[in-house]
């Protein structure tokens, strides 16, 4: 019972935070933001939310690993379309948010948080010996991904909904065949 309570007590922390997060997000820019700031619009102790956060990075990856996890999952052939469209439609919901997070100073951290899940989901592959990098093979689909959908956040050009999802599976499938394909040369 006190777990329960303990863990219900987290999760409003973490929402909270959140939210102040991408309020703060949007008023300051990531730049200027400050992980105590948030705490303070959150109305969380500085020690609380330092026990959930170090760092805004911390936070902002916390924020990306849900929905990025359905793009690192991309690399498997049974991942349902459904999931990606509706994640691009997230991301056109909330575009004032995804423009923000998807320029600079904080594409290179989306990149590096995306790389790594995908990362995660190669080496849970069967392969050969690839003659290239996972890390890079990850890097290169998680680029190829943050391109893709960063065009069809901003509408430059237009992407049919079903068109962009489509096209981000199948890159995902190709570049993650790199891995599977390579094998050690004799």
Known sequence: MVDEVLNRRSQRTRAALHSAFVELLLEQGYGALKIGTVADRANVGRSTSYEHYRTKHDLLR?????????????????????????LLRHFRDHQQVARVLLSWPTRPLLGSTLANLILERLTRRPAGFPRIPLEV??????????????SW?????????????????????????????????D
């Open 137 to 150: 093979i990850a890097r290169q689909i998680a680029d190829a991904q943050l391109s893709l959908v960063a």
């Open 62 to 86: 916390a924020s990306i690993v849900g929905p990025f996890s359905i793009l690192a999952d991309l690399v498997s052939p049974t991942v349902s379309i459904e999931a990606v469209t509706t």
């Open 153 to 185: 956040v901003h509408g430059r050009p237009y992407l049919d909904l079903a068109l962009a999802a489509d096209a981000l599976r199948h890159t995902a499938l190709a570049l993650a065949s790199v891995h599977s394909d390579t094998t050690a040369e």
